[in-house]
């Protein structure tokens, strides 16, 4: 089985050598791109002289279109199993593997690092775990299926769901929209518990502002969705 590591990056020029010592370490039986999504710091020269895989979007697509690059890249190259993985230091490529063995036994056509299953590591902010917890509860009445990290980003799928986020991907804050668009189509969806960490260097682009724009955004987009077939 062919498995790639997807790895998002907008101004990681600081986390991106930690990002990529820990996948060569901890998941050698992955191969991996990085996605420059039009980063204004030293992502591309950085990513030049350490002879890192990448790809260098030549505008910035912000989140959704940068995944699906990588999607697009797995799509044409004839990967099996795709995984999102963070390039701010916050995920650990140690449960890549795990999750990968998890993700055969069951049979799961996508499989979710979930922080709140075992409760341990970083949980994100109060706000931001209560709006998790709305958006899990969303997708659990529509869907009958709950998942409770719904905004994870570090997500396990198979061929199946490649082929089908190459067709469609949502423009920004895709996680919760995906999976909901998964449990709707009937695929099999599964969470593995993991620890994260804290991004190393920077700060998250979800402020306050924003994050209000997020739960009204992805929640009509949930339910317009579920509502349109």
């Not at 505008?59 to 890249?73: H, R, T």
């Not at 069951?106 to 949980?123: A, K, P």
């Not at 909901?180 to 599964?190: F, N, T």
């Amino acid at each position: 089985m062919k498995k790639l590591i997807i790895i998002p990056a907008f101004n990681e020029e600081k986390n991106i050598d930690f990002v990529m010592d820990d996948i060569c370490r901890r998941a050698p039986g992955f191969d991996y791109v990085i996605i420059n999504d039009c980063s204004r710091d030293g992502m591309r020269s950085l990513c030049r002289r350490r002879g890192y895989n990448y790809i260098d979007l030549p505008v910035n697509l912000g989140i959704g279109g940068c995944v699906q690059a990588g999607y697009l890249y797995a799509q044409k190259h004839d990967y099996d199993i795709a995984v999102q993985f963070d390039g701010d230091g916050q995920h650990d490529a140690a449960y890549l593997e795990p999750m990968y063995q998890a993700m055969t036994e069951q049979n799961s056509d996508i499989i979710i690092g979930s922080r709140f299953l075992q409760r341990q590591g970083f949980q994100s902010s109060t706000m931001r775990r209560g709006g998790i917890r709305f958006l899990a509860w969303l997708i659990k009445v529509l869907n009958k299926k709950e998942i409770k990290d719904v905004t994870s980003g570090l997500r396990m799928v198979n061929r199946r769901v490649i082929d089908d986020f190459c067709r469609y991907y949502p423009n920004d804050y895709p996680e919760p929209e995906t999976l909901a668009l998964c449990l709707r189509k009937g695929y099999q969806a599964d969470e593995f518990p993991v620890k994260m960490r804290e991004r190393c260097e920077g700060r998250s682009s979800i402020n306050m502002p924003r994050s209000v724009y997020y739960m009204i955004k992805v929640s009509l987009s949930i339910l317009i969705d579920h509502f349109k077939n």
